[in-house]
């Protein structure tokens, strides 16, 4: 089984993916952390992006200078769109070969994906599931975390799908305002159920 894992910004998406893998004893992918790699030297990411940006990014070294990207990134929605359109398809890729991959060795994935409604790539998993926390925390736990300021949290927030809307879509809600304690009772039925469900389905086709 493929399991997507999505929310809002700073509402826990990590950390809840990571439990679930456990719980499931599943392999897990973090898709920022898959285009953090696509933007290394030697890389299809980093390679088509020098192609179309040439120099405008890089450090004296060569390597990508991160936060001038960072900035132009929330100012320049050209940047931003070019950036998604090199990465996306690598990264959408990357995730369908491991998944395969998967297959093969009778593994579940778990897949953390910030984007997961907003670029369409729900259908491309078995289960969606929505980790929650009210804006206010989420604003709290950003600024704290990364040292963003308001308007930069505003400026994300702004290109993602509403959380009270990626609820909608749901097929599991994570409701992370609470304890830590709350939220892994909370992955640990989750994952129980997700067993459960995988045990019904391979009794079925043997059946």
């Known amino acids: 089984m493929n399991i997507a894992v999505t929310g809002g910004l700073g509402s826990g998406k990590s950390t809840a993916s990571r439990l679930l893998a456990v719980a499931m004893s599943a392999e897990h992918l973090d898709t920022d952390q898959l285009c953090r790699q696509q933007m290394q030297p030697g890389n299809p990411g980093f390679a088509a992006f020098s192609q179309v940006f040439g120099s405008r990014f890089l450090s004296a070294d060569g390597a990508l200078n991160k936060q001038l990207l960072r900035q132009a990134v929330f100012t320049d929605s050209g940047v931003k769109n070019e950036l998604e359109r090199i990465l996306h398809p690598l990264v959408r890729e990357e995730v369908a070969e491991y998944y395969l ?14 984007l997961l409604f907003e670029v369409g790539w729900q259908h491309d998993f078995a289960v969606w599931v929505v980790v929650y926390v009210p804006e206010e925390l989420c604003y709290s736990r950003v600024a704290a975390r990364d040292g963003f300021t308001a308007e930069e949290i505003q400026r994300v927030c702004a290109t993602q799908l509403p959380l009270s809307e990626k609820l909608k879509h749901a097929h599991y809600v994570i409701d992370n305002s609470g304890t830590f304690v709350s939220t892994v009772q909370q992955i640990a039925w989750l994952g129980k159920n997700l067993r459960a469900e995988i045990s019904m389905g391979n009794a079925r086709k043997t059946g």
């Open 101 to 114: 991959h998967c297959c093969v060795t009778e593994k579940n994935l778990v897949v953390e994906i910030p």
